[in-house]
């Protein structure tokens, strides 16, 4: 066993999660199709039925049920995102995030883009 196989808590799930969820929303579109927004309603909904932490999904759920997930553009979609969060962290007593700094905190994943060379070679692989 590695010395980095540290359990799960709340604590390091939530951590882990807050990442990916800010991220998912820095790279919603700016202009997003029907699809698209669908397609976000639908997993946000999916995502806070499934969160595996019993204790964390009431809140989420109503927190989601209360304030649906707002779709219209990346710029309200990762303010709503930071509404979330705050609801949570308010729940928590912690100290609530100033979500004008949101964009300053969560960007997109450089390292996780495809550049346009290596997604050619990809396909010629293919
Ligand atoms: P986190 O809250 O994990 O935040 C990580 C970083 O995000 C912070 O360091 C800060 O830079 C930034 N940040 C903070 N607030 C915001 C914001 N509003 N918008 C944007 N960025 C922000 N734990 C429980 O014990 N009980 C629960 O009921 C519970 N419910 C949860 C529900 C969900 C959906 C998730 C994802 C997590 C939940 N957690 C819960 C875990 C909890 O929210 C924290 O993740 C955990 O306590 C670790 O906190 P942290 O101080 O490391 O910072």
Redesign the pocket.
């Given at each position: 066993e590695g010395e980095d196989w540290e359990p799960v808590d709340?604590?390091?799930?939530?951590?882990?999660?807050?990442?990916?969820?800010?991220t998912l929303a820095a790279n919603y579109p700016k202009k997003p199709t029907a699809v698209e927004k669908t397609r976000m309603m639908l997993f946000m909904a999916h995502?806070?039925d499934l969160?595996p932490?019993e204790?964390?999904?009431?809140?989420?759920k109503d927190?989601v049920t209360k304030t649906p997930p707002e779709v219209e553009s990346n710029k309200t979609f990762t303010r709503w995102?930071?509404?979330?969060?705050?609801?949570?962290?308010e729940?928590?007593g912690?100290?609530?995030?100033d979500?004008s700094?949101?964009d300053e905190?969560?960007g997109v994943c450089e390292s996780c883009k495809v550049y346009r060379e290596d997604l050619n070679a990809f396909k010629n692989l293919i």
């Open positions: 709340t604590t390091s799930l939530g951590r882990a999660t807050w990442t990916f969820l800010h995502f806070s969160y932490c204790v964390c999904q009431s809140g989420l927190i995102m930071c509404k979330v969060h705050n609801g949570v962290n729940h928590l912690k100290e609530l995030f979500c700094k949101v905190r969560w």
